[in-house]
């Protein structure tokens, strides 16, 4: 077995998308949109690489779910960086202040 080229190709590897699923611990549809989007959350990838591994799969790995999905939104059109809140390309408009956000009621002591 070699190393997959896309995500779709890695997909192809399951019998069917409902099994990809299954291994993963997602959705039928959240699976289908991985493999018709070319691009994996990254709220997945530790289940991905674990059940690629388990298949034989090799070169499943952060890096390469990485790689696909920074080429999957370069070929859909967007600034992958810029699209990212906080990123030196969105400009210090768009990164959030301190204390603000789902995390500002994090206290911190030292």
Known sequence: MSEPLSISDLIANWRTIGE??????????????MRDRESIAPEHWANVICASEAKGIPGVTYEWLAARRVLAAQSAGEDFDAARPGSVAAGPEKIPQA????LSRIEVTE
């Open 20 to 33: 990809f699923a299954a291994d993963v611990g997602c959705g039928y549809e959240a699976a289908r949109k």
């Open 99 to 102: 204390g603000t956000g789902h």
